[in-house]
């Protein structure tokens, strides 16, 4: 019987060698921004061992935080892992398809968060991953960030990944829509975190059949975002913004840096796994304020 919780097995391989790819296309694609802005700024490559007990862990897997600050881009990391083991009691309960008595996990991923220099830009999350416990299934989404809200942004981001979703389930984008609501809310402020997007998460894998379709999904959900959001932040990258343009984002990132420390699901899943500290806390602002 195949064990789904090994890295080396065929379906965690084809995730990953998936999320590394669009990583490559994603980073090449800001880095164009860039050049097309005057800077020379690039991705900076750092790659990192998983840890348990504050030692590397054999076999335990790892991954590779890409991080630039530029001159469009004030702050955005791409980061991909792939790591393996065993979670911790305690927190194995917690996760879909793991116990206490059956800890075994694998996760691979690409996740993706953009803090713009101007604040009419919008800031962007993009997360998707193939996780194995007992069970195998694919997650993930994106959702827009902006400090200054601009509708027309809004509509086509949204109906980036509604074309997305609809090309692999009726129901997917209004339930997708709907999630991503719920999840990117901030209860102790009664806002949500920015406009929305899509969430999902537990689309199983119990055969073969079942990973090819939700992992055809899961790449269509990366190229909507390659698609949308490179046109997105060239529509108002070049804008004049006040001294007051600038509070607001500062103001609004202090809210972003709020919901990844105390309510985002990854930001935990990376401490509880081993994960690169980096890596984990890249999704924090360079700058924000409180007031």
Not at 11 to 35: D, G, K, V, Y
Not at 64 to 87: H, Q
Not at 211 to 220: E, H, I, K, P, S
């Amino acid at each position: 019987m195949t064990d789904w919780t090994d890295p080396a097995t065929p379906r965690t391989e084809r995730a990953r060698s998936w999320f590394e790819a669009l990583r490559t296309r994603i980073c090449s694609a800001f880095e164009a921004i860039e050049r097309e802005a005057g800077s020379d700024a690039a991705f900076e490559y750092t790659a990192w061992d998983r840890e348990a007990d504050g030692a590397a862990v054999t076999d335990g897997g790892g991954g590779v935080r890409a991080v630039m600050k530029g001159k469009v881009f004030e702050k955005v990391g791409v980061n991909v892992s792939t790591v393996g083991g065993a979670f911790a009691p305690e927190f194995a309960g917690t996760i879909h398809g793991a116990a206490a008595d059956n800890p075994g996990f694998t996760a691979t991923g690409i996740s993706l968060v953009a803090h713009m220099a101007n604040p009419h830009v919008p800031a962007v999350h993009m997360n998707t991953r193939f996780l194995t416990t007992s069970k195998a299934w694919f997650g993930g989404g994106g959702d827009l960030n902006p400090p200054i809200p601009y509708t027309d942004d809004t509509a086509e981001f949204h109906a980036a990944f509604k074309g997305a979703c609809d090309a692999h389930g009726a129901d997917y984008y209004d339930r997708f829509k709907a999630w991503a609501d719920d999840y990117f809310y901030i209860p102790h402020r009664k806002v949500h975190r920015g406009v929305g997007g899509i969430f999902y998460d537990h689309l199983e894998c119990a055969d073969d059949a079942g990973f090819d379709a939700n992992f055809a999904f899961t790449r269509d959900v990366g190229e909507a975002f390659l698609y949308v959001y490179p046109r997105l932040v060239r529509r108002r990258m070049g804008m004049e913004f006040t001294p007051e343009d600038k509070l607001t984002q500062l103001q609004w990132r202090g809210r972003y840096a709020e919901f990844n420390l105390v309510y985002d699901r990854g930001t935990l899943f990376g401490l509880k796994t081993g994960g690169n500290i980096d890596a984990i806390l890249m999704s924090l602002p360079p700058e924000a304020v409180w007031s």
